[in-house]
């Protein structure tokens, strides 16, 4: 991520969102390996397009187009039954869902590295705040959790963990910003920044809970043993990244 040329790196996440696509198609309910693969082969078809188009303007519609989509699914995390039976209509827009998830996620981290020469700090930054966030949520919700942040979709969530993730972001946000040369204002605003990013990695690590309970497995996949697949390992961060790099286009940074 640090150290290779933006090319090499879009080949590599390329191939993990390729992976996050296949398991998303079997969650969303695609019994047919040949129609999964088609609907996976459109997606990677769209990530090429988009890598090599050079409208910027296609860029920053398909980041925008996954804020917007993780706003909404904050609605659906509310109903938890929506589009649970496993009908055609459900499973289009499951797939859908996923789409949504993952494109703009690349389209935000490919435009962070992208807009960086080496070494490519600021999308190690984005990534490591949403697993730092992580981290410190597990331990702050195992030491102090006693409500639960979502029952009915991920009973080991707890409010407390959150509070400790959102706490733990914005330091790391802040030593982080400062370490890049941020400074003043800005920097308050990039806290802000992160703080939101963390925030919808949550959303995303819900939703994702959400759907596997509606197809009635445990793992998305089984790429990384005793850890599940590509979408358990990444589903905040698909949600984070079109958030934080909107924010830090905004930002001028």
Known sequence: ??????????????????????????????????WRAVAVAIGVGAMLALYFTSSITLWWAFIILGCIAWIAMIFWLKNFSFAASPTREHTALKLAAGMLAILPAFAGLMRIHQTQAIPHTWALYAMFMVWSADSIAYFAGSRWGRTKLAPNISPGKTREGLYGALIGSAVFAAIGGWLLDVRGVTLVLLVLVALISVA?????DLFESLIKRHAGVKDSGNLFPGHGGVCDRLDGVFAALPFFALGKALLGL
């Open 1 to 34: 991520m640090l150290f290779v040329p933006t090319p090499a790196f879009v080949g590599s996440i390329g191939l993990i969102c390729g992976i996050g696509m296949w398991e998303w198609t079997r969650m969303s309910g695609m019994r047919s390996r040949p």
């Open 200 to 204: 919808f990695s949550v959303v995303g």
